[in-house]
């Protein structure tokens, strides 16, 4: 079996050597991946609050919809993708198919879902506690959905990291979308696909590690400023 | 201000229901400007669904409710404030709770508020850090802050210890003096005797009693009301 | 509520790359060339020479052409005739040319529990189907996987039958199918130039080789404008008439692993 020890010995080269395609595959992974939570948290917080604050016909399905979606497929969403920005697709004059913003389309749809379904529990919650204290400000809608978003920015912050860890640690929908091209469209993961492919296990394993410490990462830097942040504002 | 005033208010046989039980049945009562109601009554008898009804966030399943010729709605409840028994502070510190009320650019008008709640020096600190008493006069200033022309205060200081409540009774005796009409729901008589210019008597949903401070605690016209005063306890149910 | 066409100029914004000079092509590949490192090898020389830029997609050949035949890619390079000549004849493509061979190989574990060795390939197949051994199988209609089927019937032999019993159809690709043949030590077939790149052989060695019904041919056919108007043509056609000529064979004959050359140019003399 392959050896553990190899493994980190050889992520730990990779990192100090600064070979320059990992750094490339590295950054496009972070920009892919953030950029997909980003756009998923501009789609999804808006929807999660709207249906934590609302209450309409058929909000208990669509919660348990958006809920199932959480466990959306990556390579469904990247077969679908694909399907509409193929050249045969409906989206297929875009010329997206094989660049990374189809990869950032394809990971936004998959991680949307999460964003909103787990908002949309934080902010119900918090809603309960402040509602009747914002009717009796009389807020409109749209400024209690600001404050509850404000409010609850620290969980926020974790379902936001929520989605960011599922999209970096994805590999079936952007091998679909983005095509794992060198120099173009390969991230850590498709990277780790690739090596597995070629026999060459240890490098796998090195990229894996590799790719854990980059979500390490991330998530350190993220949780520093907001344990910061709220030490100062958080009761 | 080009409105007219909310008050005087007419209430006229309302009723409210809450899980399959009648909770207020046909409530009638007069409210007139100025001054401090105090609204007493034992556990159970329906004070604090009246202030919520008052305060438009309880809609009547029947009855009439007039405020000077106004219907309840968000306009309404806009010129008035209420002070519940829990506060609800948002996770902001001190200033920002009160900035969220405030217009923008109102840094004197807060910095005033916080001085006369007496919170200047915790304006930086998390609203959520602050003591009990601190934090129900943080409430109070907030409601204070939309400058309303009604102030509903629900047991604000039940759970509060005896000097953190004096200090809640200063600032309603200052807000009513500034021109304020105060509408304060306790089940403590003594808070009562101290705060009331009249007294609102509910007992099992209806308003028994309504009478001016000066009459109704030494001849308190109900067998209810009279136990209550004495301390009796008194079922309502 | 949402912001839709914000949204959309942040994603052209953060996807867009940066603008070149010429315009670049999509290979749709088999993976047998893209995981061996043949492309690493040559394109640098074509995209300096030309500017160039070549994206080359590795999937199975199957997919390769059905991703072709949607018009996402300017050229197809891949390992089935008769599926290259269909694509052509169908529209799809320009025209196919020979580019390439190497040979498939029979590999299995090192102790040859079904003893294969010395056998032509039609008689190892038939040898291993009795024997209770296990062979791994592409099962992804990939242009391995079409060499396989064709060589099981050659040897008279419906491999179905055996199917999740000696005959696992893995449905991946070459190199995963490869892992998973060492893992299970099982025999399975394999191009020679994913073979000997491969890089987790463990004791898994050779057993057949050499039969004239291992031939592997490669194809190149650049996707025809007509079928896809969206193709940049007269790039792909640079590149195909680069692969064809003296310097594009050179090249692809110049390319070794571990001192083999895995793939031997055979392109028609240009006209």
Redesign the interface.
Known sequence: MQDFGSSFALAFRLVLSGDADLIEIVLLSL?VSL?AA??AC??GL??GA?IAVARFRGREALIVVLNALMGLPPVVVGLVVYLQL????PL??L???????????AQ?ILIAPIVAALSRQVLQDMHG??D??F????LTRGRAVR?LL??ARFALVTVALAGFGRAVAEVGAVIIVG????H?TRVMTTAIA?E??????S?ALALGIVLMVLALGVNAVVQTVQLSAAR???? | MAEPPLLPLTLRGVRLSRGGADRLHGVDLDLAPGGCTVVMGPNGAGKSLLLKVL???ETPGAGRIDWNGQAPG?AV??RQ??V?QAP??????VA?NLD??LPRHAQARRDDLLAHVGLSDKAAT????LSGGEQQRLALARALA?EPEILFLDEPTASLDPAACLQIERLVLKARAAGTRIVFVTHNAGQARRLADDVVFLHRGRVVEHSPAARFFPTPATQAAKDHIEGRIVLSH | ???IP??AA???A????ALAQTRPI?VQST?STA?SGL??AILPAFEAETGIDV????VGTGQAIE?A????GDVLLVHAKPDEEAFVADGYGTSRTDLMYNDFVIVGPADDPAGLAGADAAAALARLAGSGALFASRGDESGTHKAEMALWQAAGIDPSEGSGDWYRETGS????T??AAVGMDAYTLTDRATWV?????QSHRIWVEGDPALFNQYGVIPVSPRA?P?VHTQEAQTFVDWLVSAEGQAAIAGFEVNGQQLFHPNAPAPS
């Not at chain 1, 010329?95 to 389309?105: H, N, Q, R, V, W």
């Not at chain 3, 953060?14 to 790359?17: A, M, R």
């Not at chain 3, 994206?55 to 590795?58: M, N």
């Open positions: 920009r950029s980003a756009l501009a789609i808006p929807l709207l193929s050249r045969a697709g297929g004059f010329g997206l198919l094989y660049t990374p913003t189809a990869m950032i389309l936004t506690e402040y009747e204290q009717r009796s400000l009389a404050a404000w409010d095509g794992n091209i060198d173009l690739l597995t492919s070629q026999g060459d296990l490098m100062r504002s958080h009761g | 305060h438009g966030l968000p409840t806009r404030a209420m519940f609800v502070l948002l996770r902001r510190s920002a969220f009320v998390p609203a959520r850090r939309t | 509520m949402t912001p914000l949204i942040a994603l052209i953060l996807g867009t790359p999509v993976t995981n492309y690493d994206r080359v997609v590795a991703n035949r949607n018009c996402d690709g070459m190199g995963a490869l892992n790149s491969f890089a987790n052989p896809c969206s």
